[in-house]
């Protein structure tokens, strides 16, 4: 079978489930260092703040990658770790 046997929808779930997670762990993480150090709301805002910037990263490099393949395994590699050459197939 060529391609991935899974429904798109469950795709798109699983990307929406990433979000949701990436929000709720570390706004719980928050609140959690907001009950310890009595720093409250900072704690929770801190990690909503933190966790909507990690979600959106997630889903725009799942973005990338169901439009762009080539694109969305470029940007996964840090920067630095390369050795300026171009992989096989890419460019002249």
């Known amino acids: 079978m060529p391609g991935d046997p899974s429904p798109p ?3 798109y779930a699983g990307i929406g489930v990433e ?10 993480l928050g609140w ?8 409250a709301p900072w704690g929770v805002l801190a990690g909503a703040v933190l966790g909507m910037a990690g979600g959106m990263t997630i ?3 799942d973005a990338m990658s169901a439009t762009h393949p080539k694109a969305a395994r470029r940007a996964e590699t840090p920067a630095g770790t390369g050795n300026g ?4 197939g890419e460019g002249p």
């Open 9 to 11: 929808w469950l795709r």
């Open 19 to 28: 979000l949701a997670g990436a929000v709720a762990v570390l706004t719980l």
């Open 32 to 39: 959690w260092i907001d009950g310890r150090y009595g720093t």
């Open 59 to 61: 889903l725009v490099r």
């Open 85 to 88: 050459e171009r992989p096989p």
